[in-house]
């Protein structure tokens, strides 16, 4: 055990080791040293050179005894380019460290600006479901005609909702008057006509007509079997009829509601002396019986034929 301490005494240190070794020997160590060690070219060169002043000055000061002169140019630049890459390090860890440290956007910030963009989405839709419904609630998409004396126009909207109620001619202004049709379902506003309106002229000898007129077969439908259910709770002869929009205008532009219209274009057929214009001013009941009178042996009320008349309809009652 002795004898292994004492060779350990006697083995060189390091120092004592590279006291034994001539400048290029040691040049040579460091350098193959430094072959090992991945830096850039330029910080080891700078190394080997600060390493040889060091040295140079070392053996200086044992020779003379002088302080250890200050760095030379070759050790200034290993320090100052150890600095430089110490602050790069620095800068880039505090960059990473930032990026680390900086949030993510949050959940909750991408939910937010969905929710508020499905939001703003669906105020565009409801925005345009409103303008939608109130251009189908206020735009006719029938046109009902009512014939007794007064002569009267509904406008019914898709819903079958009362949208207008136009008189045709002046007794017809007097039945509307204090009346409030529009916004009521097609079969409660004949409700409130008969009762109240037209009451005064829904006698047993009175000739109703209503016609419908609509591109929607659907409604139109709809709108004769609702008017022939209605005309059989007046008390008095009628048809029901389904008119085309030319029909419409016409009668509208001589004046007369459109079942007036077709009736006095029917007699005007069978008495070459009358002109459509002159039964403005006849009752629906007058115009039947004058067409009954000029056919041969009679003919059964309300059996008139027209343009755009169907045959569709409640008709009956007495002459």
């Known amino acids: 055990m002795s004898d292994t301490v004492d060779n350990r005494d006697k083995l060189p240190t390091r120092r004592e080791a590279a006291d034994g070794l001539d400048d290029g ?4 160590a460091v350098a193959s040293a430094f072959d090992g060690i991945a830096a850039p070219d330029e910080v080891k060169r700078a190394t080997l050179q600060a390493i040889a002043e060091r040295r140079a000055a070392d053996q200086g000061r044992d020779a003379e005894g002088a302080e250890m002169p200050a760095p030379g140019n070759a050790a200034r630049k290993v320090a100052e380019r150890t600095a430089a890459l110490s602050g790069a390090r620095s ?9 680390v440290a900086a949030p993510a956007p949050r959940r909750r910030t991408r939910f937010v600006a969905v929710r508020r963009a499905l939001a703003a989405a669906a105020c565009v839709a409801v925005a345009a479901l409103c303008v939608l419904g109130a251009r189908l609630y206020f735009t006719p998409a029938a046109y009902v005609g009512i014939d007794v004396n007064p002569s009267l126009e509904l406008s019914v909207n898709t819903f079958g909702l009362v949208v207008d109620a136009q008189p045709l001619n002046d007794d017809a202004g007097a039945v509307l008057e204090g009346l409030a049709l529009e916004g009521k379902p097609y079969d409660q506003a004949l409700d409130q006509l ?7 002229y829904l006698s047993e ?5 209503v016609s419908v007129t609509s591109s929607d077969e659907g409604l139109a439908q ?4 609702e008017s022939d259910a209605w005309l059989q709770t007046t008390g008095c002869s ?12 016409q009668a509208h532009h001589a004046g007369m509601g459109v ?23 006849m009752s629906m009941r007058e115009l039947r019986d004058r067409i009954a009178a000029c056919h041969e042996g009679g003919a059964e009320e309300g059996g008139h034929e027209g343009e755009g008349h169907h045959g569709h309809g409640w008709q009956g009652g007495r002459r």
């Open 25 to 28: 020997q040691l040049g040579q």
């Open 205 to 209: 000898d009175a000739y109703l007509e």
């Open 238 to 249: 009628g048809a029901c009829s389904r008119v085309d929009e030319a029909t419409r205008e």
């Open 259 to 281: 079942g007036k219209y077709r009736a006095a274009c029917e007699l005007a057929k069978l008495d070459p002396t009358v002109e459509p214009e002159d039964c403005a001013h």
């Open 222 to 225: 709809r709108l004769q079997g």
């Open 91 to 99: 800068e880039a860890g505090s960059a990473a460290a930032a990026a």
């Open 194 to 200: 008969a009762n109240e309106g037209l009451s005064s």
